[in-house]
């Protein structure tokens, strides 16, 4: 009974999520098919001779540079990738991932931590508040494609270089979501619960920690959830005005060099499944730290 419980569980959760990855790969087939066959008929076929449409279509399936590749084509380079290359290798997609992980897991605590120390600043503080705020929510309207060379600039003319500069860009993107979130949900406690502390004569820093921060974690866990996908997209916008050699991001630039679109949508690929594997750890703490707080 529990087993059939479970699989119906599994199947609930899974079933919706393998129907929508099952009609993403059909159309990802039909775009490859639409975009590829100019090009296929052009280079590859013979178009005098005349070809059938199963002819054209496993030409468009089999191009050796298309201009969109197909599903399997994506997957076998990533296979080829991981097994034929040892992992410190650069044509090794997981050695990217961690020079492109480690930037923005770095970048990652440095926003978080700034976006807290921030909140906390501006939701006791009506001067901070107003002097902060305005200028934080318009930090995000510069384009990070702008701000980057910038600051890579800038921290490479202070001697800081390799992953700083980038964690830093990563951090730029983090810290937003945090702090917002944060102001949110350390004022979200009610008056008459403030005020039952003020009775017991509570200073502020353990208001803090009683009662505003147990509050404030339902608003911390999605933002950090969006931080960390951002902190990514930042790591990755770093590396390429650097010219960097290692990380997703370069391997992105060096496939659009080269014209290496199996590459380049490889990286992507390899990119997604990263953000995936953060956000999920992100959830994870999250239901780890709400548990022992008593909420879930």
């Not at 496993?58 to 197909?70: C, H, Y």
Request: proline share 6%.
């Amino acid at each position: 009974m529990a087993k059939a419980t479970a699989l119906q569980h599994w199947l609930h959760r899974g079933l919706p999520i393998a129907t929508v990855l099952l009609a993403i790969v059909l159309a990802w087939y039909g775009a490859a098919w639409w975009l590829n066959a100019p090009g296929a008929i052009e280079r590859v076929l013979d178009a005098e001779a005349g070809y059938t449409q199963q002819e054209l279509f496993v030409a468009t399936m089999t191009m050796e540079r298309p201009l969109m590749p197909a599903p399997h084509q994506v997957v076998q380079d990533l296979y080829e990738s991981l097994v034929d290359w040892p992992i410190d290798s650069p044509r090794n997609l997981l050695y990217h991932v961690a020079v492109t992980g480690q930037s923005t897991l770095l970048g990652f605590c440095i926003g978080t931590l700034v976006g807290l120390l921030l909140a906390v600043l501006i939701v006791h503080s009506r001067t901070l508040n107003k002097a902060l705020l305005p200028w934080i929510v318009a930090s995000q309207t510069v384009p990070v494609l702008a701000i980057a060379p910038i600051l890579l600039v800038a921290l490479g003319s202070l001697g800081f270089s390799g992953t700083a500069p980038k964690a830093m860009i990563a951090a730029y993107l983090c810290f937003f979501p945090v702090t917002v979130a944060m102001v949110q949900g350390l004022r979200s406690p009610q008056k008459i619960e403030m005020e039952l502390l003020h009775t017991y004569a509570t200073k502020p820093w353990q208001t803090l920690w009683l009662l505003r921060l147990p509050a404030a974690l339902p608003f911390l866990f999605p933002a950090l959830r969006v931080g960390v996908a951002a902190g990514l997209v930042g790591a990755m916008v770093a590396e390429l005005p650097t010219g960097a050699q290692a990380g997703l991001g370069a391997r992105l630039l060096t496939g659009s060099y080269y014209g290496q679109t199996v590459q380049i949508w490889s990286a992507l690929v390899v990119s997604a499944l990263l953000g995936l594997a953060l956000t999920g750890a992100v959830a994870l703490a999250e239901r780890m730290v709400l548990r022992n707080w008593g909420r879930v």
